[in-house]
């Protein structure tokens, strides 16, 4: 059974860093078949796809992030990891690493999110 | 970006109703599109991927539908476990998107 945990801080000062790593168990984030990625869900707000990363270093960005977001791997640890940089309040949210799953076709490719992590509170404040 | 429209965003239903939640695209998405299930303070959980193709282990009362921007998860027979909230996904473009959810409460 394919597990992945968040850990980090729960809290983060305003301009701050903000760092959470995803422990995944029951799977290799050195597999080529899948992507490992990041989701958030400020309050009272959608998810929102923040990035992936691939087995090979390959990063996909949200655009509206990028400028902000870092994802990394760690193999030996089986982990990987998101930083965002100059936090603020809009950063406060629940955040989520899942696996990202899926297929090419001759459209490009499509992917979905399974499993995700439970989840870990961040919440930007002085 | 791609924008995906739920409705309704809550509803009222009863242990064995047919429940059926609309998810609409921006703009023409294949059949690019994966349902979740989330219930409080749980992870999500996928139901359905490529629009109509249920993810091992979910029960067959959960189906899919539709294509290009409009698409459909249909629950057959609510069951007291069902009451919670489900999301829409695209999985067409970067950045992935999602809906607003559609949270399913018991009337």
């Known amino acids: 059974q394919v597990k992945l945990q968040e850990s980090g801080p729960g809290l983060v000062r305003p301009s701050e860093t903000l760092s959470l790593t995803c422990t995944v168990s029951?799977?290799?984030?050195?597999?080529?078949?899948?992507?490992w990625s990041w989701v958030r869900q400020p309050p009272g707000k959608r998810l929102e796809w923040i990035a992936y990363?691939?087995?090979?270093?390959?990063?996909n960005y949200n655009p509206s992030l990028r400028s902000r977001v870092t994802t990394s791997v760690d193999m030996s640890k089986n982990q990987f990891s998101l930083k965002v940089s100059s936090v603020t309040a809009a950063d406060t949210a629940v955040y989520y690493c899942?696996?990202?799953?899926?297929?090419?076709?001759?459209?490009?490719?499509?992917?979905?999110?399974?499993?995700w992590g439970q989840g870990t509170t961040v919440t930007v404040s002085s | 970006d791609i924008q995906m429209t739920q409705s309704p965003s809550s509803m009222s239903a009863s242990v064995g109703d047919r429940v059926t939640i609309t998810c609409r695209a921006s703009?023409?998405?294949?059949?690019?599109l994966a349902w979740y299930q989330q219930k409080p303070g749980k992870a999500p959980k996928l139901l359905i991927y490529?629009?109509?193709n249920l993810e091992s282990g979910v029960p067959s009362r959960f189906s899919g539908s539709g294509s290009g921007t409009h698409f459909t998860l249909t629950i057959s027979s609510l069951q007291p476990e069902d009451f919670t909230t489900y999301f829409c996904?695209?999985?067409?473009?970067?950045?992935?998107?999602f809906g607003g959810g559609t949270k399913v409460e018991i009337k």
């Open positions: 899942a696996r990202e799953r899926g297929y090419w076709s001759a459209l490009g490719m499509t992917t979905w999110f399974d499993p």
């Open positions: 029951g799977a290799s984030v050195s597999s080529a078949n899948y992507y």
């Open positions: 990363i691939y087995f090979n270093g390959s990063t």
């Open positions: 703009r023409g998405i294949g059949d690019w």
């Open positions: 490529s629009t109509s």
């Open positions: 996904q695209q999985g067409y473009s970067f950045p992935r998107t």
